[in-house]
């Protein structure tokens, strides 16, 4: 089977007992490790290699270029993740204190930052949004037609777009020609209009200015409406989008269930809508924290994916899926923090990921990026033990 066809099978619950890593995401300075520690991978300004290298042709999964939700600007997925802003703001040291800078960031919003780890997230002075005239002018960088959103040959297969070197033949041809998945990041509803006011701000602006929150709300519906709209009528097909929110802390929801009912389901089923009507069958809806008031919402949305099952906020995905079968397609949910620990805590990992494929519907990832405190030896024990618990020979390849 292709990686695709694989995928679906997978999705439909009806390929159980196969493994599907949805990638290996890590902090670069745990890839840094890893390479001083012996890993055969020389270049990290793109996944290529290391996907290949980790993973194999086997779980090659793809997302197009034109975005509506978060983006990792930095190498491999990496800080800073910026909203999809077209233009991008320009970035502007204000201050040099030392050890750190002042600037004006990607974003619009003025951060202090540390020079030598850009990636560490900064400490934020000052949001862009604050008021209605404020957002008038900052929505104006969130138009979903602007040019800058789809440059030339966007729709076609290149090497520069694919994050797997690119197969020969392939240069050029359309993503309808593909044998892996293709997906899109499409839909933020509150996670980035969260990030252009800050959490406090947007709180009290719920019961302050609940107008000004619905607007945000509404108009990043818009964003990924047309978007999706313009993508279906060029005839490309999406397998899975990535609906990104962040809106849960360890305990549960940032703001109220009714809240999420009354201002962001009508916009969640708008999307989901246009999204089944093109055939999409896998809806990711992205959110750290504890989930769990909002799981039924989102399900009741038609969202029928989640990732990534954080189990410090005591999302275990075991519970979860005895609780929601086939409803619900799990992403993650292995417990980065053991992966630092020794074979015995990885194990239990492994444990956990041999009775989640049973049944189909889950994808291996950690729950989060892997932190730099994981060995190269810690993860090809993890990667090589969960690869042999595959009932497919051909799925079962060895990292030495």
């Not at 990534?308 to 005591?314: M, T, V």
Request: aromatic share 12%.
């Amino acid at each position: 089977m292709t990686p695709r066809e694989r995928f679906a099978a997978i999705c439909s619950f009806e390929r159980t007992n196969d493994i599907f890593f949805w990638g290996i995401d890590s902090w670069n300075e745990a890839f840094r490790r890893w390479i001083r520690e012996g890993m055969p991978v020389k270049n990290l300004q793109s996944k290529k290699e290391l996907n290949l290298f980790l993973l194999g042709w086997q779980d090659q999964n793809e997302c197009i270029k034109p975005n509506a939700a978060i983006k990792g600007m930095g190498a491999n997925n990496n800080p800073p993740w910026v909203p999809p802003l077209d233009p991008l703001f320009e970035t502007k040291i204000l201050k040099d204190e030392g050890a750190h800078v002042v600037k004006i960031d990607y974003d619009g919003a003025i951060v202090r930052s540390m020079k030598d780890d850009p990636e560490v997230m900064p400490q934020y002075l000052e949001y862009p949004v604050k008021d209605k005239k404020s957002w008038d002018e900052y929505k104006k960088r969130l138009d979903p037609y602007s040019p800058g959103r789809w440059t030339p040959g966007w729709d076609r297969m290149t090497d520069d777009k694919l994050t797997w070197p690119i197969r020969e033949g392939r240069e050029g041809e359309s993503y309808e020609k593909r044998d892996f998945p293709l997906g899109m990041m499409a839909l933020t509803l509150f996670g980035m209009p969260r990030n252009y006011m800050g959490l406090e701000n947007i709180s009290i602006a719920i019961y302050d200015n609940i107008a000004l929150v619905e607007e945000m709300i509404e108009w990043h519906c818009y964003l990924s409406y047309e978007m999706l709209k313009k993508v279906f009528q060029t005839g490309i097909t999406l397998d899975w989008v990535w609906l990104w929110e962040d809106m849960c802390y360890k305990k549960g929801s940032l703001v109220s269930p009714e809240f999420v009912k009354k201002y962001m389901v009508p916009r969640y089923r708008r999307v989901v809508d246009i999204l089944r009507e093109n055939g999409v069958k896998v809806l990711i809806l992205d959110s750290d924290g504890n989930t769990e008031e909002l799981l039924p919402i989102w399900i009741d949305c038609g969202i029928n994916a989640h990732y990534p099952f954080e189990i410090a906020s005591d999302m275990d995905p075991i519970r979860l899926r005895k609780k929601y079968g086939k409803n619900l397609i799990i992403v993650g949910g292995v417990d980065k923090r053991s992966l630092s620990k020794g074979k015995k805590e990885i194990d239990e990992e492994v444990a956990k990921v041999k009775e989640l494929i049973k049944y189909g519907g889950y994808f291996v990832n950690v729950d989060h990026h892997i932190p730099p405190d994981v060995s190269y030896e810690n993860l090809k024990y993890f990667l090589n033990q969960v690869h042999q618990l595959s009932d497919y020979p051909e799925i079962r390849r060895m990292i030495e």
